[in-house]
């Protein structure tokens, strides 16, 4: 008698005939004339539940089986055999059936076999992966993070766990959240009357990170292929569909790159993930084409079949004046982007994935390297048709004395920003990388229309989890 | 020309006679009488730099390469050929030599070609990668950190990405870090003068994890087995060398598991980690082996190559109590073990890795099941010769009345617990998990002796970085 996993059962690797044990929840239960119980039992392992037929001898206690209702824990062993029923191969011929916790007031169970509103399954979000939907969700987050590792892995980089505490606000990139062990009722003060950072966990002003990647190029300069992939976090107050407060990023960044070999990685990154989802978790998005998105596995192939058009900035935007197209923010070099702008260029004007690069300079960040022309950086954005900007990327200003009139220029102190500069001072070479919220792929791959049900645990607008 | 790694260059796989290019900083630089510069290039790929040997007249501007220094950034591009000089196999001869970027005033440049305390090391954390030791540890890193997603998908798991902003302090262990986005001069206030958390970000107030497991049991219960690797933060005032404010902790777990089956998997987890560090860095295992700890290579593979050993709790405390060692503190049934107990019965008494299962149910979580004797829990740690307990982990109370019993006996309120609750509610099944904290197992493979040294980015004591 051996344990294995629905997705095992089913799969055809074990011989049919063999007595296995299965263990996992009830998704539906229906009993026929003859006495016959029909169990389905999901364990999470793959979208399909596998069937136990369970006779009225099965058990001694016939009842127990009986009371058996949806979201009921239990191992079942029997049989593995052929089935008779459609759209499975494999069913439990049951010989026991052991139950391990029945659902309480099974009336109310909020799970039930039914379709159910997102916002309902986010008020139970510790049941929800009990669903059809948010298991593949689960199990399609899981895929792409670990191809994450993997490609990258594969490709040379070194994962880099740059800190989630920060005393800098790196990018200046919004609200960030502060981070104390001061009693707030009883703020020490100094002699001047302003709140005693010294006597604060670090001894200073502490936030939470809003990017590892001037944490990471330190690594770059060193081990030459590098990433961060961890949780970042923005304190912005926009309960939109599209932003959460807690996220995760993936950030690579490569030695001696420039903006083409950075495109290069971002196509060959992206097209890996999607690879890994199409071949790994065909169940679960043969379900987000039936009833998500019809085209979830389509768009997939698509972008992985061509390569990625590559459009200078200053080209793009003569396209977009020149479309026709009438657009509600109107076009002009040294505009940023809007999302109509971007959808336009992927979805219309190419029809695929498209790298704009090189952008005018005042609309992008400081470390970003400026070009020959005086006007742009080596900035780049893919847009993929159906949600526009998937990553932000540029080559980073290598040159110190760039790089300190660019500090100035946005009014920081280079001062401040010590240890960023020493890179520059010791060994520079050219390096580039990119950035990549990875909920919002997650949402493209899903075909979900609100970043909540990208998470494990959705936060309800306005309060933390739960 | 192909653009190759150090590692590539290096590894036999790339026919002598070839011509390449390899990128990179100068680790050493040295010239002969002849006139030949010899300039060992590092890029971070692998342990080892690869030398390659410069005539003058390799470049238009002899002065460049005269004026290498160690940590230069350059470009080197030429023929691939058998090394003549001892312990390397490969070396270049080179045709052309770009430098990216000279070392700015040489003489006061942090990472000298020669050993530096640790101390010093991380006053310049963004430049110690570019060491032996700390690029060696940052490999490692990598290897162990991606051996955990490997092996733990290979086995069925899937990793779920638990909140770490939480309202909830799971475990009551150690100080929370608070997170606000409250103007601390200005703090707004309720009409009886308390401070108004409803105006915070979240609506209420907020914290830094401790632990993802709560969470990760109601992924449990959905998808059979799952993990949590993250970073979490015990906001502890413990300048130590063995506590962070900020470390990576994996928690995996497991649905229809007891206590046997978690020290199984904690067993096999740990040896495929080790497994995959001796397969995949040979190299830098060799470099602690021989710079650091003697034993570094030896000791992972005892710990691979035995099965561990199983104690009881109870059993543990005899052998203690009989044994005839003098312990700083006194040894009865109840006691929390301390580190010279568990390295006593790891070191001496057993000799190998051991697991301690079924402690006394007053000194473990309320989470933990409570056993038949009604005086223990099913609680286990792991504890390794040369460090104490590596791993701490429980069957978990997956029976709503004893789960409601131990809250009340610990002082929570049964009723800020509900989706906990639910949990048990509605289709129970034995769980179980355990947590390890990853650079104290970093420390240990290592053999570094401050756990600062296991994170890219240390803090100062009492400061956040850099």
Redesign the interface.
């Known amino acids: 008698m051996a344990v294995v996993?629905v997705?095992q059962a089913l799969s055809g690797s074990i011989e049919a005939g063999s007595v296995v044990t299965v263990?996992?929840?009830?998704r539906t239960i229906r009993e026929s004339k003859g006495g016959l119980s029909f169990v389905n039992v999901t364990?999470?392992?793959c979208f399909d539940p596998i069937q136990a037929v369970v006779t009225d001898k099965v058990t001694n206690d016939e009842n127990e089986v009986k009371h058996l209702t949806t979201?009921?824990?239990l191992?079942v062993t029997g049989t593995l055999v052929p089935s008779q029923g459609k759209g499975q191969r494999f069913e439990i011929q049951a010989d026991t059936v052991e139950v391990?916790?029945?659902?309480?007031d099974p009336l109310t169970?909020p799970?039930q076999p039914k379709p159910h509103t997102m916002e309902f399954l986010r008020e139970v979000?510790?049941?929800r992966?009990?669903t059809n939907l948010f298991?593949a969700v689960?199990?399609v987050?899981?895929t792409m993070?670990?191809a994450i590792?993997?490609w990258l892995?594969e490709q040379?980089f070194?994962?880099?766990?740059?800190?989630?505490?920060?005393?800098?606000d790196a990018e200046g990139a919004g609200?960030m959240?502060?981070?104390?062990?001061?009693d707030?009722?009883n703020?020490p003060r100094t002699p001047d009357g302003?709140?005693d950072f010294r006597k604060d966990?670090?001894?200073?002003e502490?936030f939470?990170t809003v990017s590892g990647q001037l944490?990471v190029e330190?690594?770059c300069?060193?081990?030459?292929?590098v990433y961060t992939f961890?949780?970042t976090?923005r304190?912005e107050?926009s309960n939109t569909a599209r932003h959460l407060?807690?996220f995760?990023m993936v950030e690579p960044e490569i030695?001696?790159a420039d903006l083409n070999d950075n495109a290069d990685c971002a196509e060959g990154f992206l097209k890996a993930i999607f690879k890994a989802v199409l071949e790994e978790r065909a169940d679960d998005m043969a379900f987000f084409a039936e009833r998500v998105a019809p085209d979830a596995i389509t768009r997939l192939e698509n972008f992985i079949a061509q390569p990625f058009e590559r459009i200078d900035y200053t080209d793009a935007i003569e396209i977009l004046k020149n479309c026709g197209q009438k657009f509600e923010f109107p076009v002009a070099w040294g505009i940023d982007l809007q999302t109509e702008h971007e959808r336009y260029l992927a979805e219309k004007h190419v029809g695929r994935p498209v790298v704009v690069m090189n952008y005018p300079e005042q609309i992008k960040a400081f470390y970003m390297r400026l070009n020959d022309d005086g006007k742009t950086v080596a900035a780049m954005d893919v847009l993929a048709p159906g949600i526009g900007e998937i990553i932000g990327g540029a080559q980073r200003e290598?040159r110190l004395d760039y790089l300190d009139r660019r500090m100035v220029q946005f009014g920081l102190d280079p001062a401040t920003y010590?240890?960023?500069r020493?890179?520059?001072?010791?060994?520079?070479?050219?390096h580039a990388g990119f950035g990549l919220g990875f909920e919002r792929l997650l949402v493209y791959v899903c075909g979900l229309s609100n970043i909540r049900d990208a998470?494990?645990?959705p936060?309800a607008a306005?309060?933390?989890?739960?």
């Not at 263990?23 to 009830?26: I, L």
């Not at 966990?201 to 200073?204: A, P, S, V």
């Open positions: 996993s997705k263990r996992g929840w009830v364990d999470g392992s979201g009921a824990g191992i391990t916790g029945f659902v309480e169970y799970i979000a510790h049941l992966p009990r298991g689960t199990r987050r899981h993070m670990t590792h993997r892995t040379g070194f994962w880099i766990n740059t800190p989630i505490i920060t005393t800098s609200d959240f502060r981070l104390s062990t001061l707030l009722a703020l302003k709140i966990f670090f001894g200073r502490a939470l944490n330190a690594y300069l060193a081990m030459s292929k961890g949780p976090f304190a107050n407060a807690e995760w030695a001696f290598e010590g240890w960023y020493d890179l520059r001072r010791y060994g520079t070479v050219p998470i494990p645990f936060r306005g309060t933390a989890e739960f």
